[in-house]
């Protein structure tokens, strides 16, 4: 009696499976992250830099290649771990 149980139990799950597989039909549903506006926000946090262009130029790579700019004007890396793990090709950090 119980091999009947187990096997209608398996039955009906893996009917509820095969319908959820045809639902979806093997289409990723994933929302994609809406893009920042990387000018105005690097704008800000170059504000008070002493070289505001060389920071404009590192901090819109850095904000097009993350999608993130911690807020301020410095410091708050933590915030956007991508921006702040980003180094030049000779091991110093990129992103102001």
């Given at each position: 009696?119980?091999?009947?149980?187990?096997?209608?139990?398996?039955?009906?799950?893996?009917?509820?499976?095969?319908?959820?597989?045809?639902?979806?039909?093997?289409?990723?549903?994933?929302?994609?992250?809406?893009?920042?506006?990387?000018?105005?926000?690097?704008?800000?946090?170059?504000?008070?830099?002493?070289?505001?262009?060389?920071?404009?130029?590192?901090?819109?790579?850095?904000?097009?290649?993350?999608?993130?700019?911690?807020?301020?004007?410095?410091?708050?890396?933590?915030?956007?771990?991508?921006?702040?793990?980003?180094?030049?090709?000779?091991?110093?950090?990129k992103c102001p």
């Amino acid at each position: 009696m119980a091999f009947n149980k187990t096997t209608l139990f398996l039955a009906i799950l893996c009917f509820l499976l095969i319908q959820e597989l045809e639902i979806y039909g093997g289409i990723h549903h994933t929302v994609e992250a809406q893009q920042i506006d990387c000018g105005g926000k690097c704008n800000y946090r170059c504000s008070k830099a002493s070289r505001p262009n060389r920071c404009l130029r590192a901090c819109n790579t850095c904000c097009e290649r993350c999608n993130c700019v911690p807020p301020g004007t410095s410091g708050n890396t933590e915030l956007c771990p991508c921006y702040a793990n980003m180094e030049t090709g000779d091991g110093k950090k990129k992103c102001p």
